[in-house]
């Protein structure tokens, strides 16, 4: 049995005794005399209770309050919830609170369980959000903040007194009011026409109506990026590509090797060996109207030694476009034996044949191992489904 094979027993199998586990947990918490109910730590949760007599059940659910806090419990948690609403308000600690800005009014806070509501004496100026107006205003303003905080079923009242200063005279803010309320009485008085004509200019503020902008960073950052993921995408297809011809051309070469050296043995000449497959190929091709990378090869190098080429180039040039390994010892072997002679050629190409398809098995074990990797995560995933149907009722049960 292989490791990978081992592993994937072992997580089965764990899988499967940690959920009898849990559920034998299920079982004794069930039988136990006294049953532990938590209160949450804030607010109110439903609580579900099964009543068992005989074979008769019923189920009663009620409200689980959090639990009840000393006096002095409560003080420090006003006092904490009020620290922070100051962190808010006056994180400065100044006497008087000067607002030039709108706030962000805190509803909740988690650490003591408070919610807090808001209430404003002029809501045109400070809503209960915390969004501050200073338009048109001509001297200090004061507003008062009321702040109703409920923790459990007490609740307590802070009161806040906050300034609102107007705008500056001559400033930005002062300006851009002042045209606001010069373009609303505009479009008050051409309420009856079609529409009106924008004027360019309102004191010393210019009008200009928005347009669709497009940033050239933002553009040029899309392109750059467009490319590099069209470079990418090009690169991963160009090695898939070559993967995809490296591996047919494996697939093909003990078959190949194994023609060869049949040929060869039959009393062929090595040159008459290629020809004769060549035209077994070609045959193939003009059968199945597909053609493959290897037959290609085979007729470009029986066209080569046809036209004239040397069989020790034309073997090179063969094992040279190829690039493989097995194709460069195969022509390697073939150029050599040119060299020496003819004797060996058939030793050397049965012992080529015997490597070729030790070659060819241990490829399909690695596709094979490549296959179950693949199958891995699907399966993983199914049993992590059915972990959690099975874990769901049990949770339940619980009241997790």
């Known amino acids: 049995m292989e490791r990978k094979e081992k592993v994937q027993i072992a997580v089965i199998v764990g899988i499967v005794f940690g959920t009898a586990a849990l559920l034998q947990m299920r079982v004794s918490f069930g039988e136990q005399e006294g049953i532990w109910i938590a209160r949450p730590e804030s607010g109110t949760k439903r609580q579900t209770v099964s009543f068992l007599k005989d074979d008769a059940e019923e189920s009663f659910t009620f409200e689980l309050r959090a639990r009840e806090r000393t006096a002095e419990e409560m003080d420090t948690a006003y006092m904490e919830t009020l620290q922070r609403i100051n962190k808010v308000i006056n994180p400065e600690g100044k006497a008087e609170v000067i607002l030039t800005e709108s706030l962000t009014l805190p509803q909740y806070v988690e650490e003591t369980g408070a919610l807090i509501r808001w209430e404003s004496s002029d809501e045109e100026r400070v809503s209960r959000t915390g969004r501050v107006r200073r338009e048109g205003l001509s001297e200090a303003h004061k507003v008062s903040l009321c702040a109703r905080v409920t923790i459990g079923e007490e609740c307590r009242e802070y009161w806040f007194s906050l300034g609102i200063l107007p705008y500056e005279s001559g400033s930005s803010e002062a300006e851009f009011y002042q045209t606001g309320e010069e373009l609303k009485k505009l479009e008050q008085e051409t309420a009856a026409e079609e ?65 060869l050296t ?75 034996q040119l060299q020496k002679g003819s004797g060996g050629l058939r030793e050397g190409l049965e012992n080529e044949v015997r490597l070729a398809w030790e070659i060819r098995r241990r490829q399909a074990e690695r596709q094979g191992e490549e296959a179950q990797i693949k199958l891995l995560f699907p399966m993983m995933g199914m049993l992590l489904l059915v972990l959690a149907l099975v874990m769901f009722p049990a949770f339940y049960s619980m009241g997790i």
């Open 262 to 336: 049949l040929y060869v043995g039959a009393g062929l000449s090595l040159r008459g060996a290629w020809e004769r497959l060549a035209a077994e190929y070609r045959k193939k091709v003009e059968a199945s109207g597909k053609e493959k990378v290897v037959y290609a090869e085979v007729l470009l190098l029986a066209g080569e030694l046809k036209n004239g080429t040397s069989e020790a180039a034309a073997y090179e040039a063969f094992g040279r476009r190829i690039g493989l390994k097995p194709y460069l010892r195969c022509a390697s072997l073939l150029v050599s």
């Open 195 to 259: 529409g009106f004509y924008l004027p360019e200019q309102i004191g010393a503020v210019a009008l200009r109506l928005p347009k669709d902008r497009v940033s050239a960073p933002g553009v040029f950052a899309v392109v750059l990026c467009s490319i590099m993921l069209i470079v990418v995408a090009k690169r991963k297809e160009r090695q898939k590509e070559r993967q995809k011809r490296e591996e047919e051309f494996l697939m093909a070469y003990p078959q190949l090797v194994t023609k």
